[in-house]
């Protein structure tokens, strides 16, 4: 049995191991230390079984399809949720929802489990879920069930009942099967106690002999007859549950599209599904142009450099991997001219800053027609992206294909122009709008005793790009800072030939990514929570009273704007960025907009998503419209049915359109009351059938169903 010590092991990191060893053939896997990680198990369609010794966190073998998953201690809540197959085995205890919307397999738990055991349980053609509780359960018990066989044993006999209150709320199909004493008041609506018959009797000797054996415990003294049926009453148990006096009718399930995790995770807003929908349909021109709308750099950021957050959201983790979104933004990079409009605007923009933001704000205002003039102090367009990045990492030939596409609109650049506050003033004058994009460029210095010898990271790397790199020849380097930008400059340190790197951090490292890996597979150390209380000539000392050599010391912390240049009408914040409104990126002088690390330090797509949206702001304000802000409203991750999918292979079939609904059906044909019908694209939900049992949220694939009280009035979407 393959053995990981999963002690200080990230989730994800672990998850991936797992399914790394499994795709290579592995079947037994045991693992230690176990602490709170979470998903363990989630999705995999395997006959393997996993051991585990301490306590998994929430969702333990979610959308699971095969595996037996073996718990040698607790588990958090959510415990199978929404498992199709397999088998799990606890020998403690369990938190809340275990069992939820499960629709096969088998879950056994030891002890005692908390609130809402085997909520929305259902039954899927030959595929009847068992959940057996050796303990007891708190309130809510079985609710909603549609289907499956639910089990309390109370094995301790504990004195009163092993259940609490409602139990049974709303359940219109399978059964609960509970040993020991269940008062009529502790029913919940739509639930009634029934006897056992023989064919419940064959049921329970075969479950509590699995069980048994499973838990290697003898059972024998226990008799079918010594448990209370509990199952639904009549053929619409609930049909008059909710009452107008309680104001809870008219919450009805909601048909509407949300925001899936791809494009929520992705500061620039990208709706991937969309994309992805446009190429399997041979519409590429479509999905070029689509792109065009959000980002000029989808090969230099989106194909490259960007750590993917969008891939980091997407789902399809939950199963096989996420959508390759990085290498399908490199392959259906366009070949075409953008498309500006023929339209020519009166009004004029100036632009200070030719990095992501400024140029991002440039490529949107002048497809729209504007004339744009940018202002920047450096020779190349480009800012942190041509300066900052290692070119290992982002080559000159890579940036260059979207700055070709950039430069072909009419833009006028004009570079080399330092813009002091008398400059400032007369573009003021002389333009419609003004936008600041002037990044961050300042390192921030923390002032500790001896830290004078503490170098810029920031200017390392720009050194390293114009050709002047430091010769660091067996130098014991230290990065204070421990982002993604420490872990490029680890990276090229270890290049210009360190003896050894190590980045320290005050708090958890915030580096992620194939950053963060690269660095540590080059032999970087990194130490946290680590507080510096001197610098010396040879060693940096810490608040602990240990300490480390360090020949060469850079600050990674950031960098701070520089906004001498702005007139008083600019408001500052205490920290020194441009003031903005909510949601907006308008200065408090309604002439001048901000745009990336001028008002808030992030990613280099933070900075292409608020360059786009500040451009589309001061667009409304030149055309004296209203700006409405694009807000997201993201599915729930448990919405997400990942049990539906499995064995897509191309990139545009492997999206599982998360939040938007494809026409499935799958909400019709499980309805329990067929209070549901589609005409087109168009959903009716029929008040006088639907029961608010909400299995058509529970099996909706991809979430495109909602129950819980969003402010539907800002959400866009077809209501039912």
């Known amino acids: 049995m393959l053995t990981i010590d999963t002690r200080g092991l990230y989730y994800r990191s672990l998850n991936r191991h797992i399914r790394g060893y499994l795709a290579r053939g592995e079947q037994s896997i045991l693992l230690k ?246 190429i399997k349909d041979g519409r590429i021109e479509e999905a070029q142009t689509l792109m065009d709308e959000y980002t000029p750099f989808r090969m230099s950021v989106c194909g490259t450099v960007c750590p993917a957050p969008c891939m980091e959201g997407c789902s399809r983790n939950m199963l096989d991997g996420p959508v390759e979104i990085q290498r399908i933004a490199r392959e259906y990079y366009p070949a075409t001219a953008p498309k500006v409009s023929p339209e020519k605007r009166d009004k004029s923009v100036s632009i200070i800053g030719a990095g992501p933001a400024g140029l991002s704000a440039a490529w949107q205002l002048a497809r729209r027609g504007y004339r744009v003039m940018i202002y920047d102090s450096g020779n190349d367009p480009g800012g942190k992206v041509r300066k900052a990045i290692p070119k290992e990492r982002l080559s000159d030939e890579t940036l260059q294909k979207d700055m070709n596409r950039i430069l072909s609109l009419p833009i006028e650049m004009r570079m080399n122009q330092t813009v002091d506050r008398d400059a400032f003033r007369k573009l003021y004058d002389g333009s419609d709008a003004v936008l600041v994009a002037t990044g ?131 408001m500052l914040n205490e920290r020194g960025y441009m003031v903005t409104g909510e949601h907006s990126f308008r200065s408090s002088n309604p002439k001048v907009y901000g745009a990336g690390d001028i008002i808030a330090p992030g990613l280099i797509s933070d900075a292409i998503g608020t360059g786009r949206l500040a451009a589309m702001e001061i667009d409304a304000f030149l055309n004296h419209d209203p700006f409405v802000y694009p807000e997201k409203h993201p599915v729930p991750r448990s919405r997400i049915n990942i049990v539906y999918f499995g064995g897509e292979t191309g990139d545009a079939d492997r999206c599982l359109n998360c939040g938007t609904c494809i026409l499935c059906d799958t909400c019709i044909d499980n309805c329990p009351q067929e209070a549901i019908t589609r005409n087109g694209t168009v959903f009716t939900i029929d008040d006088t059938k639907c029961l608010l049992c909400y299995t058509c949220a529970a099996v909706c694939p991809r979430g495109a169903i909602q129950t819980d009280h969003l402010d539907h009035r800002s959400v866009q979407g077809k209501a039912g």
């Open 33 to 278: 230390n176990i602490l709170g990680q979470r998903y363990i198990g989630g999705g995999l369609n395997t006959g393997a079984r996993i051991e585990i010794h301490g306590t998994p966190g929430q969702d333990l073998g979610a959308f699971m399809n095969g595996p037996q998953i073996t718990v040698f201690g607790n588990a958090q809540d959510g415990v199978g949720n929404t498992m199709n197959a397999g088998k799990i085995i606890i020998r403690g205890k369990a938190g809340e929802i275990p069992g939820h919307s499960m629709r096969g397999g088998k879950i056994f738990i030891r002890g005692d489990v908390e609130y809402r055991a085997g909520i929305h349980m259902k039954e899927y053609r030959d595929q009847i879920p068992w959940l057996i509780i050796g303990g007891t359960t708190k309130d809510y018990c079985g609710e909603y069930m549609a289907g499956g066989r639910l089990v309390v044993l109370n094995l301790d006999n504990l004195p009163g009942s092993p259940v609490g209150q409602d139990v049974g709320t709303g359940i219109h199909g399978g059964a609960i099967y509970v040993r020991g004493h269940v008062e009529p008041h502790q029913l919940g609506i739509g639930a009634i106690c029934a006897q056992i018959d023989d064919e419940d009797r064959e049921f329970l000797n075969g479950a509590l002999a699995e069980y048994a054996q499973d838990m290697e415990m003898t059972l024998s003294h226990i008799s079918p007859d010594e448990f209370i049926k509990i199952t639904k009453k009549g053929a619409r148990p609930f049909a008059n549950l909710y009452t107008p006096g309680m104001n809870m009718k008219t919450e009805r399930p909601l048909h509407v599209d949300l925001t899936p995790p791809c494009a929520f995770n992705c500061p620039i807003g990208i709706p991937t599904p969309v994309f992805l929908n446009l």
């Open 440 to 570: 961050a460029h300042v390192t921030k210095r923390i002032p500790y005793p001896g830290g004078e010898r503490i170098l810029s990271g920031l200017q390392f790397l720009m050194d390293i790009n114009e050709g002047k790199p430091m010769d660091l020849t067996g130098q014991e380097v230290v990065i204070i800072g421990a982002g993604n930008v420490g872990m490029d400059m680890a990276c090229e340190s270890w290049r210009l030939g360190a003896g050894h790197v190590t980045a320290i951090d005050i708090q958890k490292p915030l580096a992620f990514g194939k950053e963060l890996e690269t660095a540590i597979r080059l032999g970087t150390r990194i130490l946290w929570p680590k507080g510096v209380e001197k610098v010396t000539e040879t060693a940096i000392h810490f608040m602990d009273q240990a300490n480390i050599r360090a020949d060469v010391i850079f600050f990674s912390i950031g960098e701070a704007p520089d906004t001498s240049f702005l007139s008083e009408s600019v």
